[in-house]
């Protein structure tokens, strides 16, 4: 079977697909085990994402099969208070990197995660941070991204706009 996908910013139209994906991945690491669970988590996610995405506090990048939403991730945009590595304290936390197992070694995530990264630069954010699984890490390590505890970062330079390393 023939696949061509687009990865593309997601809108508000998305939002059910990107919800979808959530669940799938919640799902996966044991987070959700009931449907009572989900249905919580579904509509928390909506109301979340819904304001969220209007406000530009998070932005969600996703590959489409067709119509069909097969990868996401998205980035939650927040400033802190100002720190030696980061004057400005704009930063973004990555989260929900996830492709339907159908879809999975196409280099997808990779894809997405550089247009998460194209769009940190362009909101001058200087750090990004995330939790990764242990299957996800090596794509992070590729990019830059460092270990430091529980946690992954990747700082961008700010005269340059590139990634630290």
């Not at 079977?1 to 998305?14: H, V």
């Not at 242990?134 to 460092?146: C, D, M, N």
Request: aromatic share 10%.
């Amino acid at each position: 079977m023939a696949y061509t996908y687009r990865i593309e910013k997601a809108t508000l139209s998305d939002l059910q697909g990107i919800i979808s994906l959530r669940v799938e991945l919640l799902k996966e690491v044991n987070e959700i085990k009931t449907f009572e669970e989900e249905n919580k988590v579904i509509e928390a996610t909506e109301s979340y994402l819904t304001e969220a995405m209007e406000k530009r506090e998070f932005v969600s990048f996703v590959a489409k099969d067709g119509e069909e939403i097969v990868s996401v991730s998205g980035l939650s945009f927040f400033t802190r208070p100002p720190y030696l590595e980061n004057l400005k304290g704009k930063e973004a936390y990555l989260l929900n990197m996830y492709t339907l197992p159908s879809h999975r070694k196409r280099g997808l995530a990779r894809k997405i995660l550089q247009e998460c990264m194209k769009e940190c630069q362009k909101s001058e954010v200087k750090r990004v941070w995330l939790h990764a699984s242990q299957a996800g890490e090596p794509l992070y390590k590729s990019i830059g991204f460092q270990s430091k505890g529980s946690e992954m970062e990747l700082f961008f330079h700010e005269s340059e706009g590139k990634i630290n390393k």
